[in-house]
C-alpha cells in the first residue's frame, strides 16, 4: 500500500487505489452511469458529446476509457472528434 493522490477530489490516502474511500462510491455511479448510456447508444460521440450527455466529467470519461472494463465501448467513440482519450490497452 502506497500514499496516494486522489483523482477526483485531490486528497491523500494510504491505498492502492486511484480514488480515495470518500470518492470510491461516486467514482462507481459513474462508471455504472457511463456504460448504462454507452449501452444505449448506437452512433459515435466526442468526448464533449458524451460529457455532456451522460454527466460524467470529461478527465474521468477518459480515465475509464483507458481500463480494460471499458474495452468493449471504444467502438462508440468518434475518432475525430475524442482527441483527448489516451487508450492504451
Not at 496516494?4 to 494510504?14: I, S, Y
Not at 461516486?26 to 455532456?52: G, H, M, R, V, Y
Not at 460524467?56 to 480494460?68: A, F, L
Amino acid at each position: 500500500m502506497k500514499f496516494n493522490k486522489c483523482v477526483r477530489c485531490g486528497c491523500f490516502f494510504a491505498s492502492s487505489d486511484d480514488v480515495c474511500p470518500s470518492c470510491k462510491s461516486k467514482d462507481e455511479i459513474d462508471k455504472l452511469t457511463l456504460k448504462n448510456f454507452l449501452d444505449n447508444t448506437e452512433s459515435p460521440l466526442s468526448l464533449d458529446s458524451l460529457a455532456f450527455n451522460s454527466g460524467v466529467e470529461t478527465k474521468n470519461i477518459n480515465r475509464y476509457m483507458q481500463s480494460k472494463e471499458f474495452s468493449s465501448y471504444k467502438k462508440l467513440l468518434s475518432d475525430d472528434n475524442f482527441e483527448n482519450v489516451k487508450i492504451s490497452l
